[in-house]
């Protein structure tokens, strides 16, 4: 790590936590730094939440160390610990006003009266609540509850916020706005944010660097445009999006060129030029196939085929392409040449050697 | 199907529904003309209007085992709380099969009939009883206490009778809660004690008064406790009104005690009505 | 915080508990040593051990009450389970308003206590009262009928205290029944009488049978409704319980009697479980 | 309706159903035909489910007719109507096996006992559940359960099959593999299908013909690709996806150009001019707009703008894009020069004057 980054914040190193015989977190090591928006992404029961909830200390682990500000807070109480979590149905207090949720954290450490009321009212300016201050919790609507959560944690000016799936029971539009809220809030106050979601879409808006994780592990970290461009699995390239995985060989390193379903013939980067002489999985995304009527010309990697499917989805057109024996999903926009397509069709279809990515992860054995 | 729509099959059980209304209100109706009739010299009923009996219930006498009544029926209360919340606390941090146990443990006993639980309380208590013959072997006493026939041993026997309707209320307002909760406050810097008093406590107010009134409604009422392990200086207002019913054969004056004793309950269930809408409001999430 | 993590919590109240449960089971405990000693000849106990009692029971007269009761307890269920469940399914269908005062007509009720009740009763069925009068004013009858003092009384009685334990559950049971269920049989094809016993009425089967247990068990060991309104004849193993403690004052009797009504209700309790479980399976999702 | 079209087999007219001062459908006429997959789609409380109900049955019109195979049903009970549901959380009887749920129908037709055995088994066949018929319902999954509410409508050959979002409880996987598995089955059966939804993409995915339903009208009907490339106002063009909406005035008609902002010329197609001389609203679609780094040449409606920000979710790239005073949205596929672009660059916007599309539905007064 340069040192132009900012320090380390949290550091775990061989975190392991299991219920009965399912390893919920297998051997989990990672930093995160400070100021960082984090999404930890992955389907339900990967082991997201737990992972969150070690951080926080509401589970103690099995094995491994928690460093957080430099300090190990493996036995630390949850309220010793310098983090606060928005939980995914906020779990606001029914019982108390507004107010008195956010100002909780700050009585509980016995902050003076005045103090309190500065901070609570500053967070409460922050996500737009102030006249809603007096009200409880019951008579505010999702995004406001939501918004009250957010302000409760952050009033106490943790060193980590920790959310778990906050924006999951927000309806569609209510959610994209408040991915957008959320991100300009936390550059304002500059925590770092560990934010636990399984929609791929909001992982990939929304973060810094992504965490995906499976089965208890980090698959791969790193950011958004990264992961989604060159997965490092079959697993990570299918959960992050439609793809097209082919098994292909090595045939020609001088020209780069490797053989799918021993007919087609392709030429790939530089870089995904498998390491091995045997066969190796590739992932092309559907939107990465361009598919045209007439062949293009001073292209590599054209090929004829067919329009077996056409199936119209708003802006995007999915498309299924018959190229000999091999079927590929080819994504267009809804737009020009790709729109007065109709199925049955012969079209040319044009990847990309760059577009061709090869996928360490999987079959290189 | 709409309620509308159903309607054809309430109609068809509507006769039912009528004839139940009457057969659960008549007693009531029956019991409030009777207080208002006066007693014959040999026990039968004169039919002319009067408001003798309820001017009869202001005699010190009565005065004072009403008041007596009110007094146990609300210690009782009192004393079910503060034993069962702790308990009712207890079982719901239980993991599964030894809350079962423990819930069961709470339930079995209020299956047993009252006058079993009572003669048992006798035999503990009366002075040839367990706990006399045990401190008198032990020699800690030389001759027999008593240890019946008094207050104290009235509300013991009503706090075992009525306990559960305490704890079960709170057992159940307690696994409502939302775990979470309890988490948002230890994370956000609350001890164990502060969560317990601030979120927990308040977030089971419902089912304190549910099992408040449960205790107090049915213990304001007692007559057979007070009757076997409470004396002649611990009657209560049930033990009034059995006695006018069947030995004094009064009637009347029985029926207008009854209503007496009924507006008592009717009061408490209104105050628990405005603390439970209070309460309710804050809950309704 | 997880639950092993509030143990902490639950250690400072596991004294309560201890005494508690202690609290609870004593009675029980005390009660089955009684049952096998002896009655001396002026009323002490005799510590010896014996099985006597337990055969006393099966004289002809004993078991004559004992199988009354049964009966008695068994009819009060069915009594109250075909008036309470049309009334239970007629208010489920109710508008919100409507359904409120209904349910609080069969619910207050049920705060008024089991003396009040029972002496409306004989203020209605006895010789000189409201029921003989009416019939011979309107020169029904010629002289007062024996309405008093028989099973068939008794049952009135024992049904109208426990009927609202009945309604409830089934009540509760029909509101959480999912309304869809009824709407998809009628898109079905299912009329209004096909919907209710193919589909309603086994998805309320859960709360017929905490019903009728509610009603079974306390009407099983009843003492005061059969000690006003039944005569000799109808006497129920709780007046003969009382009896042995209070007047015959053989007490290893009385607990032997005990032991017997508490292993009934026992039995009563393992039947609705098995069946309980049974329904469940089908019932969890 | 030409005669070569299959016969309509659901008429309403006027059809209109108030709950107190509400009118949750207000004068709906619409012909359905047979064989048609119809999807009923709007916003949450527009009214879908109570036409959904007034055509089972389960509510009474206030005032209009209800045509069904030629016959009035209005005042026709449920169980006497042709046409079954596929309820939201499927109903399924919890105390009845699979086998014997989907026999119900039939039963209570007093259907002889082997032709019940016959056609049950065949529908549990259509819907792959041979296997589960002596399960009870709780012991299925939510994909498997949905199969069954399907089996148990589809079974008693109605006229009308009506699905009441019957996909919204299942996780997204799932529901796209349901999507397809429905249109088989409705291929296979022939049954007319009137499928209710919010979810835009299933509806546009799955339909023949797509109602857009707002505030208790029938706001437009149509194959899904007209009403989404033509919607007829603001709140159609909005709630089927992103959209810039945009007034101009007309400036030419000779030359068919339209003045936005009072800045910007653009040309649009004929059938796209203005009715009227005042002002007009015009939807362009984000995915219609085509963003270059070099002028394109030969092409109409070509303009220089600043590229302000760019937010990256997965196979698309959004982009803000300011053109003098006024700021689009443009959608691409990240493939080739769209991807490479930077915020800040200087672009070159091109929209086809087809794509500008005239709302006759909004601020034509």
Partial sequence: MSTSNPPDILTVSGLTKKFGDVVAVRNASESFRKGEFICILGPSGCGKSTFLRLIAGFEKPDAGEIILEGKSVKDVEPERRNVNTVFQNYALFPHLTVFNNVAFGLKMKKTPEDEIRRRAGEALELVSLTKEAYRYPRQLSGGQQQRVALARAIVNRPAILLLDEPLAALDKNLRLAMQDELRKIQREVGITFLHVTHDQTEALVMSDRLAVMNEGVFEQVGPPQEVYNRPVNCFIAEFLGFSNIVEARPLDRASLRIVLNHSLILQVAQKNFPRNREKATYLVRPEKIALHRHRPQHETNVFEGVLTRLRYAGPELECDVQIGETKLLAQAIGRGEPESLLAGERVYVHIDPADIVYLPGDGSS | ?285
């Fill in chain 2, 1 to 285: 199907m709409s309620k509308k729509d159903f309607q054809n099959v309430s109609l068809t059980v509507g006769p039912a529904l009528a004839f139940l209304s009457v057969f659960f209100l008549a007693p009531l109706v029956i019991i409030l003309l009777y207080s208002f009739l006066s007693r014959g010299a040999y026990g039968e009923i004169e039919f002319t209007f009067s408001l003798k009996n309820y001017a009869s219930i202001l005699d010190p006498l009565y005065l004072a085992i009403l008041l007596r009544s009110l007094k146990l029926a609300l210690l009782t209360t009192l004393f079910s709380l503060l034993i069962g919340y702790p308990v009712a606390l207890s079982i719901s941090q239980m993991a599964g099969k030894r809350q079962f146990i423990f819930l069961m443990l709470v339930i079995i006993p209020s299956w047993m009939n009252l006058l079993i639980k009572n003669y048992a309380w006798m035999v503990i208590l009366r002075r040839q009883g367990l706990l006399n013959t045990a401190l008198l072997t032990a020699g800690v006493i030389d001759e027999p206490l008593s240890l019946m026939f008094n207050e104290p041993a009235v509300l013991i026997g009503l706090a075992h009778t009525y306990l559960p309707f305490m704890v079960l209320p709170i057992y159940a307002a307690l696994e409502r809660l939302d775990r979470r909760l309890i988490e948002a406050a230890r994370d956000l810097g609350a001890n164990r004690w502060q969560t317990l008093w601030r979120i927990i406590f308040p977030q089971s107010i419902a089912g304190v008064l549910v099992g408040s009134i449960l205790v107090f409604v049915p213990a304001l009422g007692a007559f057979i406790t007070p009757d076997l392990l409470g004396g002649a200086n611990s009657l209560m207002v049930g033990n009034l009104i059995q006695n006018q019913f069947f030995q004094a054969r009064d009637w009347p004056f029985g029926s207008a005690l009854a209503i007496c004793l009924m507006s008592m309950v009717l009061l408490a269930l209104l105050i628990y009505a405005r603390f439970a809408g209070r309460v309710g409001e804050e809950r309704v999430l």
